[in-house]
């Protein structure tokens, strides 16, 4: 008699197991992520939220194409000279005291 609540825990916990990520999926897909409660059945519902995903239209938005790579900045950003400026001179050397 203790079977039945120790199995019941079981199928509880595979049925989350594969209804979170089916939860995320439908959501990244444009769907309503409410069809993720198909996994309750666990081989029809889940057979048939399989076949909605594999050959339905997904609703996402492609990302966008970057024409060119563009280098990071380097950490942190070096001073930038003014343009058409010399360089600071060198400081000279301070005289010994004595």
Known sequence: MTIIPIMFVIYVAAVVIVMVPCWFILRKA??????????????????????????????????PMQAYWQPQAPYPPLPQQPPNQPPNPPVPPMPPRG
């Open 30 to 63: 444009g769907f309503s992520p409410w069809l993720s409660l198909l996994c309750i059945l666990p081989s029809l519902g889940t057979l048939v939220l399989l076949y909605v995903l594999a050959f339905a239209e997904w609703r996402v938005l492609p990302a």
